[in-house]
C-alpha cells in the first residue's frame, strides 16, 4: 500500500509541477488571438508589411500571391480594399476587429469568399513578428507590391 501511496504523491507532484510551469492557466490568449499583438500595434503601412514579409518569409509571401492570383478580380480587390482597412485602423480599433471576427463568424464578408484571404497577415505568429520587426525600413505605399509575377 505504502509503495502505491509514494508512486501517486510523485505523480500529481509532477502533474502539478508541469500545470504550474507550462504557463497554460496563466497565459493570455486574447492578446494574440485571433490577430497577433504585433500586428494589432504596428505603424506599418499595408505595402510596408508586404515588402517585409516578402522578404523574410518568402515561402508563405508567395503562397498568399499565388492563392490571391487564382481569386475572381472581384475577391482580390476586396481583399485589398479590405487589408487597406484595416491597416488605416488605430490599434483600438483593430482590436475591435479581433473581437468582431472572433465572435461572428460572419462578419468579414471578405472570408466568406476566400477563407485564407489574410493568412499572411493575421494567422501566422511567426510571419508576423519577422515582419513586423523590419517593415520599417521598407517605403510606405510602395504599390508594385501587388505586382508579384506568380
Known amino acids: 500500500m505504502t509503495h502505491k501511496a509514494?508512486?501517486?504523491?510523485?505523480?500529481?507532484?509532477?502533474?502539478?509541477?508541469?500545470l504550474s510551469t507550462s504557463g497554460i492557466a496563466s497565459a493570455d490568449a486574447s492578446d494574440d488571438f485571433p490577430i497577433p499583438?504585433?500586428?494589432?500595434?504596428?505603424t506599418c503601412d499595408t505595402e510596408q508589411y508586404m515588402a517585409a514579409?516578402?522578404?523574410?518569409?518568402?515561402?508563405?509571401f508567395e503562397w498568399y500571391v499565388i492563392d490571391r492570383s487564382n481569386r475572381p478580380a472581384d475577391v482580390q480587390q476586396?481583399?485589398?480594399d479590405?487589408?487597406?482597412?484595416f491597416f488605416s485602423l488605430d490599434p483600438v480599433a483593430r482590436r475591435q476587429?479581433?473581437?468582431?471576427?472572433?465572435?461572428?463568424?460572419?462578419?468579414?464578408?471578405?472570408?466568406?469568399?476566400?477563407g485564407n484571404w489574410a493568412k499572411l497577415f493575421f494567422n501566422n505568429k511567426g510571419v508576423v513578428a519577422k515582419a513586423t520587426d523590419v517593415c520599417m525600413n521598407y517605403p510606405k505605399g510602395d504599390m508594385s507590391i501587388w505586382n508579384w509575377h506568380v
Not at 37 to 42: D, L, S, V
Not at 53 to 60: H, L, M
Not at 97 to 114: I, K, Q, S
Request: net charge negative; proline share 2%.
Open 6 to 18: 509514494i508512486r501517486f504523491g510523485v505523480a500529481a507532484a509532477t502533474l502539478t509541477s508541469a
Open 37 to 42: 499583438h504585433r500586428m494589432i500595434i504596428t
Open 53 to 60: 514579409a516578402r522578404d523574410t518569409s518568402p515561402v508563405y
Open 78 to 80: 476586396q481583399d485589398f
Open 82 to 85: 479590405r487589408i487597406h482597412w
Open 97 to 114: 476587429y479581433t473581437e468582431d471576427t472572433a465572435t461572428n463568424v460572419y462578419y468579414e464578408n471578405v472570408a466568406t469568399h476566400w
